[in-house]
């Protein structure tokens, strides 16, 4: 009880006006970073960690909550406006998001994205603080080979959902997950496929991969599709309202109440697995659904279901990853990993007893990111929305040679190398190629991210059990998981592809 009421003192620490003003500081530049391709959340916080030293903690973690909940939201923007997530949890959204700015929705895009970010994020905040104990305790369940079989569910939801290309998809995502085994090795400190060079002993970094494969690669994509000539966008001229933002209530009835609410807990449980993020939380709530909507044929094309899922899922996610950072000093996200910093250098140790004795600093950073998703999410749409929408009446040149820029300078201010800036415009040609021939990019940058956690627990794995890989089954968190993923396999997979044949079969038929 003492726990709840802390909370609630929480809410109003944060209004205090200074502790109130970091925190609407935060969500403007985690909005920033996250719009911005080639800059997160991660990048912002990292940035503003050593400002912290010089900060009293509370305000610090409120500034840290807001940016993480911003950054989540804000990589829909520029996903919906010229088709280049601001973030990797937004990939699934700018697949239709930019779908319908195509067709002139582009408006009715980043409402829905408002919304399901509004709603996925206050739920999140909300489970959070109401059943972190518990979750916290849930989390324990899932052992190593659990979360093995977790992330090979994730990569075969990522082929699948290819479905008019699962050969192009798996190869994708295969090529993803052998790009992620150069250098150290995952379990050993040994180099492994670094052809002989010092500059991949370290690997290949997350942000290269990022701006290459949408950034650099959406640069040349579209110079090549237009033969060079980029002209402006056709909806630039489009009259934008702020009511446009604002989707209609047909909209959130078709999408259904319920949409936003199991997408919204399955990015929350989601988030709860140490390492897991939002690019997966969004993958599989989007996946499912479009497994049980009742119009996936706009999948592709432009569905306000899947950026409702997706952007429902990936906001949730950030309640759910701070429940092992606080808990156990387990980051769930790469966020979150900076926020533990955060905790550290203000002399906070993770654990229960940071809940009983110690509440009344965490708990405004929790009622930060409650607010920054219930409040800040739709009131920076309404005042913001139409500058977001003008974007794309910027000629095209100009836009994505400053893109190409700025992408190239964030991969070096992120890494500091050089090198990994140079493979940044090497992953972006190769997707560029990629492109061309309908592979999805998409799974490769999934494969790159998965790969080592799926190789990590599967060593791991068969280490506990002596090289015995019955414990895949033998382990109930486990097995859970692989049926599930089967069963994805059976109705988006071999019956649709079932469904396909008796369709095509049935149309010859009725050919005279």
């Not at 309640?319 to 980051?331: E, N, Q, R």
């Not at 095209?396 to 400053?402: N, S």
């Not at 998965?450 to 060593?459: A, I, K, S, V």
């Amino acid at each position: 009880m003492d726990f709840f009421l802390e909370l609630f003192q929480g809410f109003a620490v944060l209004a205090r006006p200074d502790v109130l003003a970091y925190m609407v500081l935060g969500f403007l530049i985690g909005t920033f970073f996250g719009a911005v391709p080639g800059l997160t959340s991660v990048l912002a916080i990292a940035l503003l960690l050593p400002i912290t030293y010089s900060m009293d903690v509370v305000p610090a973690l409120v500034m840290c909550a807001a940016i993480f909940m911003s950054g989540m939201y804000a990589g829909s923007i520029t996903a919906t406006t010229i088709n280049i997530p601001g973030a990797p949890s937004s990939m699934m959204t700018a697949i239709e998001g930019h779908a319908l700015m195509k067709r002139g929705e582009g408006a009715n895009a980043l409402g829905h994205a408002a919304l399901g970010s509004m709603v996925g994020g206050s739920l999140g905040a909300l489970l959070l603080m109401a059943l972190m104990p518990l979750a916290a305790k849930a989390s324990l369940l899932i052992q190593t080979p659990g979360k093995f079989s977790l992330v090979l569910f994730a990569l075969v939801v990522i082929v699948i959902v290819q479905r008019d290309a699962l050969a192009k998809g798996l190869v994708a995502t295969m090529f993803g997950v052998m790009i992620g085994t150069v250098g150290i090795d995952v379990m050993q400190p040994i180099p492994r496929f670094n052809f002989g060079t010092e500059m991949l002993v370290e690997g290949i970094d997350m942000m290269p991969i990022i701006i290459g494969t949408f950034a650099i690669s959406e640069v040349l994509y579209q110079a090549h599709r237009n033969h060079g000539d980029i002209r402006f966008s056709s909806s630039a001229s489009t009259v934008i309202r702020r009511r446009d933002f604002l989707p209609s209530f047909a909209q959130i009835r078709q999408i259904g109440l319920f949409t936003y609410l199991k997408s919204a807990l399955l990015g929350y449980g989601i988030g709860i697995l140490p390492g897991v993020g939002g690019s997966m939380a969004a993958f599989v709530a989007y996946a499912d659904a479009k497994r049980r909507s009742r119009a996936p044929e706009e999948y592709g094309n432009g569905s306000r279901e899947g950026i409702a899922a997706a952007e429902a899922a990936n906001n949730s996610m950030c309640g759910g990853a701070f429940v092992p950072m606080l808990m156990f000093g387990i980051p769930g996200d790469p966020t979150t990993a900076i926020v533990l910093g955060v905790l550290v250098i203000n002399g906070l140790q993770p654990g229960p007893r940071l809940l009983e004795n110690q509440t009344e600093l965490i708990a405004p950073m929790f009622a930060s990111l409650f607010v920054s998703a219930l409040v800040l999410v739709p009131l920076t749409l309404f005042l913001l929305g139409p500058w977001f929408v003008r974007i794309v009446s910027i000629p095209k040149g100009l836009l994505y040679a400053c893109i190409a820029v700025v992408a190239l300078v964030g991969s070096y201010v992120a890494t500091f190398s050089v090198f990994q800036m140079a493979l940044a415009l090497l992953f972006g040609i190769l997707a560029f190629f990629l492109r061309r021939q309908n592979y999805p990019t998409v799974a490769l940058l999934l494969g790159f991210i998965l790969g080592p956690d799926l190789e990590q627990y599967l060593r791991r794995s068969l280490s506990l059990s002596d090289g015995n890989p019955m414990v895949f089954l033998t382990s109930l968190d486990s097995l859970f998981f692989l049926i599930l993923a089967a069963v994805f396999i059976y109705f988006m997979a071999i019956r649709k592809s079932k469904e396909a044949g008796i369709e095509r079969k049935a149309a010859v038929e009725r050919e005279p």
